[in-house]
């Protein structure tokens, strides 16, 4: 964990108001331990934004971060206006991985909005590693895919209208694959609600699944105490004391979904 | 007087401050809550650099927090709502006082408690045993649990009595911390001086509220939170000058410090010591950048120590 000023490579808009943006940080990459871990991003030197913004690594390599990230408000706003040759300052490498993928298994790799960046970097390491998987990503429409459908290679998009890909949500096709493939492993990013439909499978249908939580966080580093979500079972994990509540930033953000519970559900 | 500008920056003495009976090596101490026990982010600072750490608020016993959501980022500041998640004291003796021994840094504990008595069962179970810490910064004023203090912290009665039975049981420093959310802060500051507190730390958290007008909700759970960081400074610097004008023992000064100009401006208007605190969620070293930057606008300055500057703001004319 270390504080880099990087400097920004490109930063384009992907698809609708989705944006991909690399910078140089060499040490971070260095520090690195695989998909899932996040960086807090610094998005202006004034005091306008007094938080850094959490954000997943979408791929670290040759000294290079990449993250994709979707204009929501202000500071999003502010970072999409970034340019090459500008700088922002990073905290991170954070959290934790996805574990498992690599171990014998069939991962279903399953992305939503803005869960997207962690879910290609887990992609990109199966690849890697020649391990076969399934991809699915869903969104409202076509606008905000950026990927092309692409059943035939395990690369399934779902849009809510229709527009592109199956038409539904990312459940219907969780389902098939899970029926067609043996020992399958579900890794999740997405919106709460996604996730709280794909946990509540998981745990209905006994399939292990590991899922990356958001949460709104003050520090990243375990100072603040803020980013906590609810436990499952009072075992402790190692970062955190409580028995009720984990930090998200120390103990994940990647949870087997037995072991958290989400407020809606 | 007489050195080179480059001699002043090199004299780091000429930062050092006393409360009651104890020295700090500088004035710049990281506030509680923002800076966990104390160890959390040895990795990105060399705490052992800094004049105090002020533990988080630690009760009599373990406490989970508020649900989530308990932070919202707010213009030039953020709202908490923690709701004092700690270890309980009991674990905190067994686990963190260890720790302290290998530290050179000087370590204030934060404590909290619902009632007297707690307060007092806790300082008790710290005397009881031998340790470094340097004295106790009493919590009566966290606006985010239903009896968190502030029934102490804003009643000059009930602050008094709290002082004057823990300054029964400990010779080490006791700073009563204060809060914003009193009609008049002198007349709480007076009655813990009276009592006899070492000295106060003034403002904590002030009360405010974050709306989501899409959902219609309060972005933080328990509807209402602390607000902090440099929205609430000129608060704060209020607070501080309006307690300096009136009371005799030092002030630790609080609220939106994020450059070495706000540590600055916390002296002026009276403050013996600062205590940095949101600021450390955006950079957990920022406590060591201060240190240095506040060295060079010493030495840079008409003044020649830091003490010399308590105090001494100026009416406009």
Known sequence: ?265 | MGLSTKQRILNLSNLEISIGKVTFKNPIWVASGTFGYGTEASELIDVNRLGAIVTKSITRQPREGNPPPRIVETPSGMINSIGLANIGVEKYIKEMLPVYENLSTKIIMNIAGTDMYEYIEILELMENISSNISGYEINISCPNVKKGGMEFGVDCDMTAKLTEELRQRTDRLIIMKLSPNVSDIVSIGKAAQNAGADAVSAINTVVGMSINAKTAKSNIFTTYGGLSGPAIKPIGLAAVNKLYKKLSIPIVGMGGIVSSTDVAEYILAGSTAVQVGTANYRNPGVGENLIDSISTYIAESNWNTLVEMIGKVQKYN
């Open chain 1, 1 to 265: 964990m270390l504080i880099e000023r990087a400097n920004i490579i490109s930063n384009i808009e992907v698809a609708h108001n989705i944006w991909e943006m690399f910078f140089e940080a060499p040490e971070i990459v260095n520090d690195y331990k695989g998909p899932g871990q996040f960086i807090n991003i610094l998005v202006e030197d004034n005091w306008n934004h007094p938080l850094r913004r959490p954000m997943s690594i979408a791929s670290a390599k040759d000294g290079k971060v990449s993250i994709i990230y979707k204009i929501f408000g202000d500071a999003t706003n502010t970072l999409s206006k970034k340019q090459s040759g500008d700088t922002i300052e990073i905290l991170g490498p954070l959290g934790n991985v996805f574990t498992n993928w690599d171990n014998g298994y069939y991962p279903i790799l399953v992305g939503g909005g803005v869960g997207l960046p962690p879910i290609l970097n887990l992609k990109s390491e199966c690849e890697f590693n020649k391990i076969d998987h399934t991809i699915i990503i869903g969104a409202k429409n076509s606008d905000e895919h950026f990927m092309t459908h692409n059943p035939e290679n395990d690369i399934i998009l779902t849009t809510d209208d229709g527009s592109c890909g199956e038409t539904g949500t990312v459940m219907n096709p969780i389902d098939r694959i899970i029926k067609e493939k043996h020992k399958a492993y579900i890794f999740a990013c997405g919106p709460e609600p996604m996730l709280v439909a794909i946990r509540d499978y998981a745990l209905k249908n006994d399939i292990p699944s590991q899922l990356s939580v958001e949460s709104y966080m003050g520090c990243g580093v375990g100072l603040c105490q803020g980013c906590v979500i609810s436990k499952n079972n009072i075992d402790k994990k190692e970062n955190s004391y409580h028995e009720q509540y984990s930090l998200v930033c120390l103990d994940g953000p990647i949870y087997e979904a037995k072991d958290i519970k989400f407020e809606q559900s």
